[in-house]
């Protein structure tokens, strides 16, 4: 049973920056894709960027491209999203996810249907 802990939301204002941090525990030894996931108030759950753990694959959504980055540190079973020039849209909670994987592709677009290990959250904020 993958366990998974966000660390790093809070306030910002427009244009500034926030380092969202999953720690993960118990993984067996296989890869998983990996993502962060978002969902504001009213609004759906929305796939924010994603990561194969032990591929050289990642995706970003348009909405976050140029301005996110995702990363995964194997010998900490750390996933981070690094938030730059951030808007107010991007205010939302924001959930990790992992699913355990054998392909070199996760499918993304995705809003996380298919995800089965879950944090639980951590807000962002973003005023304008």
């Known amino acids: 049973q993958v366990q998974l802990v966000e660390s790093g939301g809070g306030s910002v204002q427009a244009g500034g920056s926030l380092r969202l941090s999953c720690a993960a525990s118990?993984?067996?030894?296989?890869?998983?894709?990996m993502g962060w996931f978002r969902q504001g108030p009213g609004k759906e759950r929305e796939g924010v960027a994603a990561?194969?753990?032990?591929?050289?694959?990642?995706y970003y959504a348009d909405s976050v491209k140029g301005r996110f980055t995702i990363s995964h540190d194997s010998a900490k079973n750390t996933l981070s999203l690094e938030m730059n020039s951030l808007k107010p849209e991007d205010t939302a909670m924001y959930y990790c996810?992992?699913?355990?994987?054998?392909?070199?592709?996760?499918?993304?677009?995705?809003?996380?249907?298919?995800?089965?290990?879950w944090g639980q959250g951590t807000q962002v904020t973003v005023s304008s």
């Open positions: 118990q993984y067996s030894d296989s890869n998983y894709c």
């Open positions: 990561i194969n753990t032990g591929r050289d694959w990642t």
């Open positions: 996810a992992a699913l355990r994987t054998d392909f070199y592709f996760c499918s993304w677009p995705s809003r996380g249907d298919e995800y089965n290990y």
